[in-house]
């Protein structure tokens, strides 16, 4: 029971990370900054690519 608890904290976790890379992505696309854009793309692919993963 508790490796189930964990992994569904590590499931919910990683599903949370694309959120953040498109958060990255507006704050860089609102103030034109092509660096915090990029990086956030990045970072919401490699989230998605990692809860992918966990399922």
Do not use: C, E, H, Y
């Not at 590590?10 to 034109?32: E, R």
């Not at 854009?37 to 990692?50: F, P, Y």
């Amino acid at each position: 029971m508790r490796n189930v608890t964990w992994r569904t904290i590590d499931t919910a976790i990683w599903s949370l990370v694309p959120l953040a890379g498109t958060v990255l992505f507006l704050a860089g696309a609102i103030s034109q900054d092509g660096v915090t854009s990029g990086l956030g793309i990045l970072v919401a692919a490699g989230g998605a690519a990692k809860a992918a993963s966990t399922l």
